[in-house]
């Protein structure tokens, strides 16, 4: 899971050095963020954003109920916003 976190948030398709840079520092920071949330929150996120999986999809791979995917997902964003701040 954490190999997959660091793929998509550090791929980017720049081809500036300074552009490549930036998106790298921001890259490192967005990951930061991801592993201060829950171990369940982060994997909600890849699987929801990434992989986009619904929330009944993400549910059944989780074995949770799909409100309890909804919630993660909504404490995981508010999360990674006040981080991101």
């Known amino acids: 899971m954490d190999d997959l976190l660091e793929e998509t948030v550090l791929a980017g398709g720049a081809v500036d050095p300074e552009e490549l ?4 520092v921001e890259g490192d920071r967005v990951l930061a963020a991801l592993r201060q949330l ?16 619904t929330a009944p999809e993400v549910a059944g791979i989780l074995d949770k109920s799909t409100q309890a995917v909804r919630a ?4 995981g964003l508010a999360s990674l916003a006040r981080c991101l701040g």
């Not at 840079?21 to 790298?24: D, N, S, T």
């Not at 829950?38 to 929801?48: A, G, K």
């Not at 993660?72 to 404490?75: C, E, I, S, V």
């Open 72 to 75: 993660l997902q909504h404490r």
């Open 21 to 24: 840079a930036l998106e790298r």
């Open 38 to 53: 829950s171990p369940d929150q982060r994997e909600v996120l890849l699987l929801r954003m990434v992989a986009d999986l």
